[in-house]
């Protein structure tokens, strides 16, 4: 089983400041069809996860652009360019790379 | 819409059972490859099984805390999924989540039902 961790498990941040979140994999990410499935999701208060990237970089439907997505093999990158309020909440990564599918512990962003 | 609605939740002792159902709608649920994701109070994300589309083989897959005590069906004239949970243990306190899977993500999520194991 792959395991997840995350960097740091706690960002506190400014509102309009910059925040970022490392996510590393025990394998490499790359499967053998070239591509790699790593993902971000967000989880706010009380509400389901609910994606954000995809394939390391890809924006989902609907996903601000103040978010992007970075990395490659085990090592990846969340950033969000400017924190707003409605981006309180948890942040896993996720790797569907090999089953089963395993997910980092999470990192809490919330506002100073 | 997409809409996942997860029931079936509660109270149970140890050692008991309890069926989880989730009702789908807004896409074809007999195409879709479904998953169970719960979160233990206050921690993370845990995979609990996948059931796939009949004409993807219809097999079943279980993350090793759960396998030989769940299972995992579908019926796809009511488009409903199913989470049979046998011989609860206090670990599996859990909200349990129904999503569908597709391009490699959790693509679609219900909000989640609370099941409680506790003597």
């Known amino acids: 089983e792959i395991v997840m961790t995350q960097t740091p498990l706690s960002s506190p941040v400014t509102l309009g400041q910059p925040a970022s979140i490392s996510c590393r994999s025990s394998q490499s990410l790359v499967h053998s069809d070239g591509n790699t499935y790593l993902s971000w999701l967000q989880q706010r208060p009380g509400q389901p996860p609910r994606v954000l990237i995809y394939r390391i970089s890809n924006r989902f439907s609907g996903v601000p652009d103040r978010f992007s997505g970075s990395g490659a093999g085990t090592d990846f990158t969340l950033k969000i360019s400017r924190v707003e309020a409605e981006d309180v909440g948890v942040y896993y990564c996720?790797?569907?790379?090999?089953?089963?599918?395993?997910f980092g512990p999470g990192t809490k962003v919330d506002i100073k | 819409e997409v809409q996942l609605v997860e029931s079936g939740g509660g109270l149970v002792k140890p050692g008991g059972s309890l069926r989880l159902s989730c009702a789908a709608s807004?896409?074809?649920?007999?195409?879709?490859?479904m998953s169970w994701v719960r979160q233990a109070p206050g921690k993370g994300l845990e995979w609990v099984g996948r059931?796939?589309?009949?004409?993807?083989?219809?097999?079943?897959d279980y993350a090793a805390p759960v396998k030989g005590r769940f299972t995992i069906s579908r019926d796809d004239s009511r488009n409903t999924l199913y989470l049979q949970m046998n011989s609860l243990k206090t670990d599996d306190t859990a909200v349990y989540y129904c999503t569908r899977e597709l391009d490699w993500l959790f693509y679609n999520w219900g909000q989640g039902i609370l099941v409680s194991v506790s003597s």
């Open positions: 996720m790797q569907a790379t090999q089953f089963p599918f395993t």
């Open positions: 807004g896409f074809t649920f007999s195409n879709a490859w």
């Open positions: 059931i796939k589309s009949k004409i993807g083989g219809g097999t079943t």
